[in-house]
């Protein structure tokens, strides 16, 4: 069965710096979101994309966050200054048409700032 | 904001005891869609069922039953005869179908089955 695949699957990394999480949606899939699920809370959407542009974004998803699709294959998450409460599981998911259709999300990256 | 709640913030059982986890949906939309997700321990979110707004058949894969009322808004989920593998987080979600494409994700519920 098609996967989404996320790395890496744990990072850890000192405030203030720059960090990228990748994942590899399925490939005939058009639509792709990240997630965060801080420790003990319920998971919480940051924003999609869609055709090559954010399509739709949380409050959360501030100025230090960003997304790109650099190839035909990855879809990243950059955060550029990152910060102590940024720490938490980051779910990369992707969906084809229909909607709602084949929602399909990665293992995560567990992010640890400190 | 529309949200999916779960009332239930921590259940727990004993093995072979049935047990249900209720979710209660806010929509607007006429076409939605409803899912259950598993987080066990380790973290990955395992999908369990998806259900649109059409189809209020109740739905039974093996141990594990849906009850889809729109009526109450609600998609609860019995687990039948638990067995402790079945301990995890259960989220319950909702997608529409319109221009937020996002799942919405109740807060979950810890299950715990106790041997």
């Known amino acids: 069965e098609p996967e989404v695949t996320q790395t890496p699957s744990h990072q850890v990394t000192q405030m203030g710096q720059e960090v990228i999480l990748r994942c590899v949606p399925i490939s005939n899939h058009l639509y792709f979101y990240w997630y965060r699920q801080i420790l003990g809370q319920k998971v919480e959407f940051l924003v999609s994309f869609y055709n090559n542009e954010i399509s739709e974004k949380s409050e959360i998803f501030d100025d230090q966050f960003s997304v790109e699709r650099p190839d035909g294959s990855n879809f990243t998450l950059k955060i550029r200054s990152t910060k102590l409460e940024d720490s938490a599981m980051y779910f990369c998911?992707?969906?084809?048409?229909?909607?709602?259709?084949?929602?399909?999300f990665g293992s995560g990256t567990r992010l640890t700032v400190v | 904001a529309q949200k999916v709640t779960q009332a239930q913030t921590e259940i727990s059982v004993v093995e072979k005891e049935d047990v249900t986890l209720d979710c209660v949906y806010e929509t607007r939309d006429t076409t939605y869609y409803l899912f259950w997700y598993k987080q066990p321990p380790s973290g990955e979110l395992v999908f369990l069922i998806r259900?649109?707004?059409?189809?209020?058949q109740n739905e039974i894969s093996g141990r594990y039953s849906w009850n889809f009322q729109k009526s109450t808004s609600s998609f609860n989920f019995t687990i039948t005869a638990s067995q402790v593998v079945d301990s995890a987080v259960y989220f319950c979600?909702?997608?529409?179908?319109?221009?937020?494409?996002?799942?919405?994700f109740g807060s979950g519920t810890q299950l715990t089955v106790l041997p």
């Open positions: 979600a909702r997608f529409s179908s319109g221009s937020a494409r996002q799942l919405t």
């Open positions: 998911a992707s969906t084809g048409p229909p909607a709602g259709y084949g929602y399909t």
């Open positions: 259900r649109n707004s059409f189809d209020e």
